[in-house]
């Protein structure tokens, strides 16, 4: 032991390789201020204890008597100044032990009882010594969670017990979509490990696979702490939340440590998947394509037959036309006079995808969920991604865009031109103000707007509203509040595009400001020192962000988006919020915070809707070598986003919904929200309304062999415009709700599913490249259950050194105790030593 490691001891610190000794103080009052009355007290306390031996202890002779005199004046002495709070700060160099997350999936697939074969089946078996299991039967066919918790519990060689020797080690499981959730490694303490008590502990009870959600919590987790690594057992089938890997602001980035994984679950097995793609909406009468994807593993050769129709929303009162989710049963005893049938194929599996065409030309207006099933091969283990499921709607409305503007720009000519051949707008749904144009074409001409305020049922009926350059003194009061109301309450989707002459900052002190993306000061005029070229964020390849996408690969996006060229100039923003997603950034110039790059394609959700802020109007620069094509596809798929998210026209004013969420699962609660306004768009108060309750009824889904009838309900009055009730649910399947329209009296509604199938058996496989790319992202290394037993023995982090000032209260401290028990047990010898009483 060296001679700090034995002072640090003394002091009470573990693992010491330095220590500094700063200053001692006293922490009692009446010490503190004068501690030159310690030091003449401890000599006083000496001085009774010489005094006391000479004078009362004659039997004591010679140098026996001046020691013990020395060592009862040394212990008062002692007592004293442990009276006194003795204090001593100090600066200790330590090593402790590196911190290690054991992370378990908690997911339903982690159930699943996979196919292999024996051979496979007796290696890994005998890799985690599944024989030592408790309560497990040779007859079943172990789970995925019991080679788990064999490994937790194996006997010998243990992982577990082995990494603990070298590591502070903590356990979570993610069976969550927010995040993660602690387990108990010991009933006693945090340092001991008892693998029963943790293999006990884990479950399967998680509806989905979130790996970067429970990676992003234990980087919150672990900003206090000094994190080594991670050790993180999975299957790897993300299914839900954030993308582990892939960006510098990934959930793997933002962990800064390295991940080793241990997968569970075959690399391969026989499976077939299907997977459907599709619009989301199309017109009435036109053609478009859906897109079915077969994805084999190890059928190559087999045929496959595909079937595609097309289930309507609404074929009946009282029939429920949409398939039931659970078995094919259920789906027996319902209506197939209103499904659709698009096409079928039997196909030659010989490679790993295939995408096959099916063209559909909807004949009727209304919501259809498009169904691609494929039947069962022999062999195949999961056969619930064997179906796949998407709504689209068709229409034979037209989506309503308004265009305010001071003047017309370049961006103005070129939008008009494409949304007057776009199918879902045309020259009925495009209107614009310029205030600039001359009032005699405002008053003739239908296209143009003689004023900017209008009747609130001609505004709130706009779908998709453009705001270009206008000076602040066009925006009256009432335009402002009204578009307010109408991106927060109705759900509208608003696109703010920044101009060369007035800017964003005439925006600054009106209402509408608090509805940007971004902050910008009053005056702030726009920034053109040199031409620039725009940045794409890694956000921009987002799902969340698919209007952004411009090509069918990523070299086709990056080279339609250097397109647009270099631009002149941009409008500076100060600050960005807290709520917005930066799209599209400067390469070099920055916010106020000296860090932060500008923005300048940038999005933010305002109450129900949307705003989609650009800091230039020249996205018309997109048309430089291809044309319309990308600037086409540009705006088409942003006015879908924005227009399509919600109901088109006058039919915001009667909502009803279900929070947003279409797909529910048994044990659910389903709340039915209606916002509900009168034929003004102002909120429909409780005495129009008989009762205070709006009537509807709900089409449960239709059982085995008999026809389920409608169910009435009763929805109350929650506040202005608000109506709320609880859906009943009669089991899985889907259930249509029909409320009726108490100012119109026409009906309105919304669908949705209960369904038993997790979203946890869609895949047999574990996915291995995801796997690997965690490791290999993060620095640390990949193994499966054969190979984890090498993991203790090569894992490899730095070792942690810490620097602590601290003070330390010496009375609590070995030193001081063993100086007052060597001082007492001293005299107490030696007296006896003497034949002293």
Not at 46 to 52: D, F, T
Not at 423 to 443: I, Q
Not at 692 to 715: C, F, M
Request: hydrophobic content about 40%.
């Amino acid at each position: 032991m060296t001679w700090a490691r034995m002072v640090g001891w003394l002091l009470g610190i573990d693992n010491v390789e330095a220590i500094e000794f700063r200053r001692l103080s006293f922490t009692e009052s009446w010490a503190s201020n004068r501690p030159v009355w310690v030091f003449f007290g401890a000599l006083a306390m000496v001085a009774v204890g010489v005094v006391s031996y000479y004078r009362f202890e004659p039997a004591a002779k010679g140098r026996s008597r001046l020691l013990l005199a020395a060592l009862r004046g040394l212990a008062l002495g002692l007592l004293l100044v442990i009276l006194a709070g003795p204090a001593l700060t100090v600066v200790s160099t330590t090593h402790p032990s590196p911190l290690l997350y054991l992370v378990f999936d908690g997911s339903d697939s982690m159930a699943i009882q996979d196919n292999v074969s024996a051979d496979q089946q007796n290696a890994l078996a005998a890799a985690v010594d599944l024989q030592s299991t408790p309560g497990k039967s040779t007859t079943d066919a172990p789970r995925r969670i019991d080679y788990i918790k064999a490994l937790v519990r194996q006997k010998n060689n243990n992982v577990i017990e082995r990494l603990a020797k070298n590591y502070r080690l903590r356990a979570f499981v993610f069976d969550r979509p927010e995040g993660i959730r602690s387990l108990a490694l010991s009933k006693s303490s945090q340092t001991d490990i008892e693998p029963a008590l943790l293999a006990d502990s884990l479950t399967t009870d998680g509806e989905v696979t979130a790996l970067g959600a429970a990676l992003d919590e234990l980087a919150v987790r672990h900003k206090k702490s000094q994190l080594a690594g991670v050790v993180l057992l999975s299957d790897f089938g993300w299914n839900n939340g954030p993308y582990p890997v892939g960006a510098e602001t990934s959930p793997v980035a933002r962990l800064h440590v390295p991940i080793y994984t241990i997968g569970v679950g075959p690399e391969a097995a026989l499976d077939l998947r299907v997977e459907l793609a599709a619009a989301s909406t199309t017109k009435k009468g036109e053609r478009t394509t859906i897109n079915v994807t077969l994805i084999q593993s190890q059928l190559d050769g087999q045929m496959a037959h595909v079937k595609v129709t097309a289930v309507p929303r609404k074929a009946g009162d009282g029939q429920n036309t949409g398939a039931n989710t659970a078995d094919k049963d259920a789906r027996d005893g319902e209506t197939r006079g209103g499904t659709v049938r698009i096409g079928d194929r039997t196909v030659r599996l010989e490679q790993r995808e295939m995408v096959l065409d099916f063209p559909f030309e909807p004949q009727e207006a209304g919501q259809f969920e498009l169904i691609a099933e494929v039947e069962p091969l022999t062999g195949e283990q999961v056969l619930e991604n064997n179906k796949a499921r998407r709504d689209l709607t068709a229409t034979d409305d037209f989506l309503r865009l308004l265009y305010v503007a001071n003047e017309p720009s370049w961006e103005w000519r070129f939008v008009k031109e494409v949304f007057h051949r776009d199918k879902l707008v045309g020259t009925r749904g495009f209107h614009t103000y310029l205030r600039a144009s001359d009032p005699d074409v405002r008053r003739q001409n239908p296209m143009f707007l003689p004023s900017l305020e209008m009747p609130r049922n001609e505004f709130f009926a706009n779908d998709i509203l453009f705001l270009g350059d206008m000076p602040r003194l066009a925006l009256t009061p009432t335009f402002c509040e009204q578009v307010k109301e109408y991106v927060d309450k109705f759900g509208g989707g608003l696109v703010v595009m920044a101009g060369p002459v007035h800017g964003v900052g005439e925006l600054s002190e009106t209402p509408l400001a608090d509805l940007l993306p971004v902050s910008v000061e009053s005056g702030e005029r726009i920034r053109a020192k040199q031409p620039f070229k725009m940045r794409l964020t890694p956000a921009a390849a987002s799902a969340d962000a698919e209007f952004m996408q411009l090509g069918a690969s990523a070299d086709e996006n990056r080279a339609a988006w250097e397109n647009l060229g270099p631009l002149n100039w941009y409008q500076p923003a100060t600050k960005k919020h807290f709520q917005a997603t930066v799209l599209a950034e400067h390469p070099t110039d920055t916010l106020a915070d000296g860090k932060t790059p500008q923005p300048l394609i940038a999005v933010r959700q305002y109450g129900k809707g949307e705003v989609v802020y650009f800091a230039f109007d020249e996205l018309w620069r997109l048309r430089r070598r291809y044309g319309e094509q990308y600037y086409r596809q540009f705006w088409g798929q942003l006015i879908h986003r924005l227009g399509l998210k919600h109901a088109v026209g006058s039919q915001k004013r009667f909502d009803v919904s279900t929070g947003g969420q279409t797909r529910f699962r048994e044990g659910d609660q389903v709340t039915l929200t209606v916002d509900a306004y009168d034929e003004n768009f102002k909120p429909l108060l409780a005495d129009r309304i008989s009762e205070h309750k709006l009537q509807a009824r709900v089409i449960p889904p239709n059982k085995p062999g008999e026809r389920t009838e409608p169910q009435p309900l009763a929805i109350p009055f929650a506040r202005a415009g608000l109506f709320e009730a609880q859906v009943p649910l009669y089991g899985p399947g889907e259930y249509r709700v029909v409320v009726t329209d108490p100012v119109t009296r026409n009906e309105v509604e919304t669908t949705f599913k209960v369904d038993r199938r997790s979203a946890e058996r869609q895949s047999a496989v574990r996915e291995v490249k995801l796997q690997q790319r965690i490791s290999d992202e993060s620095g640390g290394k990949a193994y499966d259950l054969t190979t984890a037993s090498k993991l203790p023995d090569e894992i490899t982090t730095a070792p942690l050194v810490e620097v602590t000032p601290q003070t330390i209260p010496l009375w609590a401290t070995p030193l001081c105790f063993g100086l007052l028990v060597l001082l007492t047990a001293g005299e107490w010898i030696g007296r006896k030593w003497l034949r002293l009483p």
